[in-house]
């Protein structure tokens, strides 16, 4: 059964010198007790469409268009986008339901409050708990995320915590009323390997205790090939490839992901010159409706490539892809295609 | 250091740091007295050949910033050598040099930085940024200096076409190799480059790593590179020196130090690094703890806290810095009877394949 299924969602920026397509119909499933990456480059969309998820995007920001259909624990079925931003519903939805670790621990906690007070917030407004009650709460979350004297941590502000501890701290908090989903916006990206090593191990185990599921969204292929158990790749807003991990860095179908795979420095693989992907992505304004890797695609064929977007095909089981090389499907033109 | 080499005697070396320190005072209370030190780096010695590429590695507060710093003298060591060898192969003491000597000692090294948004000035053209160092070591003017700019220029990949545009025009990846550029202008002999490519994205990261490599095979640059991927380390770099808590712990060829690391700490940050091969399972030493704070350091060997090997010789004395295999230096106490494991290089090359 799926927890949550993201449909054709666009989530477009209006700035002045025209429509930036950020997010641009991505699809998204996430199955119970699955961990899912999201996977691709900076201006990828990865992060637009995690903040989508919670609707955190801010104007000139703006979901045109999609659905987040969402189980709740207590079964009953919901639209997240179908909630305003700072309704009661999606209140009770955030933190309670999907819960989001974003990717700088530093700036996302308040620098005025203690780790306590923020993290007993959070449980204070989804249970009815008493103070001592919610306290107890804040102090047992703090030692089951490896915080050592969780009581002394717990009057301490987040500028006394290392990075790694205050990176313990927001999966605590995230944590702190159960969600179903986490999202992880790069939650290791600003960590020391050996820290990252003892975050993304306590994330595992803890996701197999609580029987969470997990969106990673991160740029570090290493990463989704050891925690991940299915993978969307992005590219310039867009899905462009989809399978399980073993399948995608087994046999990669789009060529933006075979690209991507080989310019990587391998482990215990030295080669002379990196694989190299020429070119760099292009600015999601104004682009006619094509494949958004064709200006750097090498198979890319004229006229076919530039001319319409491919449409996400299954082209073995669990595997899909984005890309004319593989079938002709196109994606239908809606109304933003000449925006 | 320098054994004997097959072509007499010439010295490969083109820098060498001996013994380099830097302590940074920390001030407390009313009278802002100096309460305590913090121990950035703490008696560091190596060397870079010439054509060669040192990869300095390390977590962050291991001070390897600073000993970049301190050899491009952007930071006063506190004590310590750094020598550098000239155009005329001779030795000049940097840490002494003052004045006009310093200056002119410059030009024969430079700093590529991190970040490439903040290092350029927004305001000067690309080719004014270029020209700067020309100018300022008054190396060349006029429509010569604009002819090596533009020399430059290509060397790294871009053209006459961008010398008039200012860096906000560039994505992140041409940002860099404008910084390269800069850097190349003047022929200098070494180039610290600090983090120059983890900012970047993974198919830029390809194209920056794929320039340094060509740049140094034609114009025999040596390279010291600090980094903290190790991946892209052990493409890049000839020797690696990993340093922890303002100390070197072990130095290596990278094929051996990959291979068969001798320092726990080394052993560690090799397990750590998640691998992109889903097909291939290792044991992870998960690390207790977090890296020591250099104002407190622990007694003994800095690493005792965390090792997993750690016996109570540790505890109480420090390791010395010993040549343990040739050219493969080590401080641990045990680096002889430990057998270490990096799970780095794929022991069943059967078993994963690189895909397409």
Known sequence: ?339 | MSGPMSEGSVDPRVLAVDELTKFFPVRKGLWRRQSTVVRAVDRVSLHVDKGETLALVGESGSGKTTLGRMIVRAIEPTSGQVRLRGDDDTWLDLTAAHGEQLRAARRTFHMIFQDPYSSLDPRMTVQDIVLEPLLYNHLARGAEARRRVLETLELVGLSARHLHRYPHAFSGGQRQRIGIARSLVCNPRLIVCDEAVSALDVSIQAQILNLLKDLQSRLGISYLFIAHDLAVVEHIAQRVAVMYVGQLVEQAPTDELFSRPRHPYTEALLSAAPIPEPSRHRERIVLRGEVASPSAPPSGCYFHPRCAYAIDRCRVEAPVWREIAPAHHVACHRADELTLTSGWIDTDPTATKVPV
């Open chain 1, 1 to 339: 059964m799926n927890l949550l299924e993201l449909h054709d969602l666009k989530t477009y920026f209006f700035s002045d010198e025209g429509v930036v397509k950020a997010v641009d119909g991505v699809s998204l499933t996430v199955g119970e007790r699955e961990i899912v990456g999201v996977i691709g480059e900076s201006g990828c969309g990865k992060s637009t469409m995690a903040h989508s998820l919670l609707r955190l995007v801010v104007p000139p920001g703006e979901i045109v268009q999609g659905s987040a259909v969402l189980t709740r624990k207590d079964g009953t079925v919901t639209d997240v986008f179908a909630h305003e931003p700072d309704s009661a519903e999606l209140r009770s939805i955030r933190g309670n339901e999907i819960s989001m670790i974003f990717q700088e621990p530093m700036t996302s906690f308040s620098p005025v409050h203690t780790i306590g007070s923020q993290i007993g917030e959070m449980i204070s407004l989804h249970t009815d708990l008493k103070p001592s009650e919610i306290r107890e709460r804040v102090l047992e979350l703090l030692a089951r995320v490896g915080i050592s004297s969780p009581e002394q941590r717990y009057d301490e502000y987040p500028h006394q915590l290392s990075g790694g501890m205050r990176q313990r701290a927001m999966i605590a908090m995230a944590l702190g009323c159960r969600p179903r989903i986490v999202v992880a916006d790069e939650p290791t990206t600003a960590l020391d390997v050996t820290i990252q090593a003892q975050i993304l191990e306590l994330m595992k185990s803890l996701q197999e205790q609580e029987e969470m599921s997990a969106i990673y969204i991160t740029h570090n292929l290493g990463v989704v090939a050891e925690y991940v158990d299915r993978v969307y790749v992005m590219y310039l807003g867009r899905v462009v490839e989809s399978a399980s991990t073993e399948q995608l860095f087994g046999k990669p179908l789009h060529p933006y992901t075979q690209k991507l795979l080989r310019s990587i420095p391998r482990p215990g693989k030295r080669v002379d010159k990196l694989d190299v992907i020429e070119g760099s992505v292009p600015t999601p304004i104004g682009l006619p409706p094509q494949c958004g890797f064709v200006s750097r695609c090498p198979s890319a064929l004229e006229g076919i490539c530039d001319g319409a977007v491919p449409a996400m095909t299954e082209v073995e089981e669990g595997h899909f892809v984005r890309c004319f090389l593989y079938d002709e499907q196109q994606e239908p033109k809606d109304e933003w295609a000449d925006v």
